[in-house]
């Protein structure tokens, strides 16, 4: 099993510059997640889904758009891309539901914002 | 709603001595208490969680420990080396909101 897969691993945008970070698992997770680290800080919440086709912000999802087509895949989508934006980005999943238990982090996505 | 305060923010200590990071939550409805560790430049991962029918566990040098009556629980590292240096965070999702929100993380510094 590859775990969880992001990419790119590295991005520099312009200001007003539209991406999509991708993440996919491959351990049939019901849940998926994506958080933003900014440097000397913690791990905030964007959003999450909880299966296919539905998906819930989370501490801070201004800016990010999300959807959940398949249970694999969970793209973070950014609009209109700003110098606030950057940061360093982690999807997780998680097997979700019905037990809650350990997050599954990929490597990581480091977007700079120009 | 969610909240997880976690303290310290840094903590340095000799090589050998313990760590003990404290983080406190506020939904009772909370069952299940990891701890996560990130290494510069790495993914977090977890290292031991606990459930709130027990009230402490152990897995080698480390432990976390649960007091479900005063909303806290402590992660506790004997012992340290200097491969312990890391950022630490708890969470403590609450049951049924599915949302994994992570305590503000623990610099931890192993002084050799």
């Known amino acids: 099993n590859a775990g969880v897969t992001q990419t790119p691993k590295f991005q520099v945008l312009k200001t007003g510059q539209s991406m999509t970070l991708q993440c996919a698992q491959d351990?049939?997770?019901?849940?998926m997640s994506w958080y933003r680290q900014d440097p000397g800080m913690g791990l905030r919440l964007i959003h999450y889904s909880v299966g296919a086709g539905i998906t819930d912000q989370g501490e801070v999802p201004n800016g990010y758009n999300v959807s959940r087509s398949t249970t694999e895949d969970f793209p973070l989508r950014l609009l209109s891309a700003a110098p606030s934006q950057t940061s360093v980005y982690f999807c997780?999943?998680?097997?979700?539901?019905?037990?809650?238990?350990?997050?599954?982090f990929g490597e990581g996505s480091r977007l700079t914002v120009l | 709603g969610e909240n997880v305060e976690q303290h310290p923010s840094t903590l340095s200590v000799q090589e050998g001595d313990s760590a003990v990071i404290k983080c406190t939550y506020s939904?009772?409805?909370?069952?299940?208490f990891p701890w996560y560790k990130q290494e510069l430049g790495k993914r977090p991962q977890l290292i031991i969680d606990?459930?709130?029918?027990?009230g402490e566990k152990k897995d080698q040098r480390i432990a976390v420990t649960l007091n479900k009556t005063a909303k806290h629980f402590s992660l506790h590292i004997t012992e340290t080396q200097p491969e312990d240096s890391a950022v630490y965070f708890c969470?403590?999702?609450?049951?049924?909101?599915?949302?994994?929100?992570f305590g503000t993380g623990t610099r931890l510094k192993v002084l050799a």
């Open positions: 351990m049939n997770h019901e849940y």
């Open positions: 606990i459930r709130s029918n027990v």
């Open positions: 969470a403590a999702p609450p049951v049924g909101t599915y949302k994994y929100i």
């Open positions: 997780a999943s998680s097997y979700g539901q019905r037990d809650t238990g350990e997050l599954f």
């Open positions: 939904d009772s409805a909370s069952n299940y």
